[in-house]
């Protein structure tokens, strides 16, 4: 396994990335089919792969899910499921479940990357304004090196899609192109 690099797949679930989910953005179709191509290079390479599930149980007080939000993504209703296009494999792929946008608050996402050694964090799904955001601030507090991959993250709004993807490049990490990323994953640039 590659010891340095680990590919963190961000909110590509049935409530979000389905024309019948609770919260669907059309642009999340869009990625999908560049996001199991980045999946599956990054499988060839021998790069971990984890999921970060927005989970919220069904029955229980959760901030989140207050304040006019829109319910989306609860325990059991299939909502939260991965979407299957992306071939999750339970064998070899973590899921991280989060109940906030920031996949690293509350979870064991840390532990997982620090018990493999992980260093830089290949990122991409949805929401770039968001969740993705949200994740990379908590990589790059926590000392990781935060890569967004351009052409596997969306929201609703490409103007903010594209503010917050430049925010990313000049504060937090680096936005790259899936063609930079292979070209660094093949030469080996992400092994150190």
């Known amino acids: 396994m590659n010891k340095k690099t680990a590919l963190l797949i961000v909110d590509m679930l049935f409530d979000f990335a389905h024309p019948d989910g609770k919260v669907f953005y059309p642009q999340n179709q869009e990625i999908l089919p560049r996001i199991r191509e980045v999946i599956d290079h990054c499988r060839e390479k021998n ?4 999921f ?8 229980l007080f959760d901030k989140e899910l ?6 989306n993504c609860l325990e059991g209703s299939g909502g939260e499921d991965i979407m299957p296009e992306l071939g999750y494999q ?7 479940k989060k109940r906030r946008y920031n996949s690293f608050l509350g979870t064991d996402l840390d532990l997982i990357l620090r018990e493999h050694d992980i260093r830089n964090l290949l990122i991409c799904g949805t929401k770039t304004n968001c ?12 000392d990781y090196n935060p890569i967004v991959v351009k052409e596997c993250v969306a ?5 903010v899609n594209k503010v917050h993807l430049a925010d990313i ?17 093949d030469g080996g640039e992400l092994d150190d």
């Open 47 to 50: 790069i971990l792969i984890i």
């Open 52 to 59: 970060a599930k927005h989970y919220h149980r069904k029955y």
């Open 90 to 96: 339970e064998e070899t792929d973590y899921i991280v």
């Open 155 to 159: 929201t609703n709004d490409e103007v």
């Open 131 to 142: 969740c993705i955001r949200a994740t990379v601030e908590g990589a790059y507090h926590l």
């Open 169 to 185: 490049e000049k504060y937090l990490g680096s936005v790259i192109t899936m063609k930079e990323l292979y070209e660094k994953l």
């Open 66 to 71: 207050g304040s006019g939000r829109r319910i």
